[in-house]
């Protein structure tokens, strides 16, 4: 498979879990009313569905090991970052860590590439310091003779100059959800790419584009 091709299912896989994952981070709802809704929403796209499931069930099962892992190369706090820059940075990490077979560098490529179509303004550079040096933490046998990079914490003086410092966040508090509450139901009978309830039709026009079917 060409995992590099725009229109592969393994793209169009990658695109849609960061969807859910964003999702998930801004109203906290359930992954398999998420899953449902982007099925509901997208019923022709030809997925790589192995791949969606494991990346959107894995990021949000793993999410608090996957902060983790981020934190110590970041700028910043998590909860600062912007809610597509996380997103990215949770499903290119998940792939880093737990699926091997995949080679780094087509993982920070593909991550790279969506930030350029749903991220912030040079939100794609942010994105690929931070995965290219867990490259190195979580693969040490594909970057041999890499330096280990230092977390930023540790640095004697403080966190040092970061050239994707300037890369624009926004504050984006999860919102708890209610036990009662029925997140996929909210979509029923409206239209996905309008609708108040859904935050990614929120994002700006670029970031409401449709992951392309065949």
Known sequence: MNFTNPKSARRKSRELALQGVF???VSGSDAGAIEAFLHERYPTIKLDTEHFQSVLHGCIREAAQL???I?????RPTRELSPVEHALLLLG????RFMLEVPYKV???EA???AKVYGGTDGFKYVNGVLDR???ILRPDETTGRLVPQPYQHQPGGMPANPAAKVPVSFKARTPVRSDAKPAARHAGTDASSS???PWAQRKPSARRKPQGD
């Open 196 to 198: 108040p309830g859904d």
């Open 134 to 136: 867990l490259a190195v």
């Open 71 to 75: 934190q110590p190369y970041l700028d």
């Open 67 to 69: 902060d983790a892992d």
């Open 23 to 25: 999702e998930w981070l």
């Open 93 to 96: 990490t998940y792939e880093l």
């Open 107 to 109: 993982i920070i490529n």
């Open 112 to 114: 790279v590439d969506l």
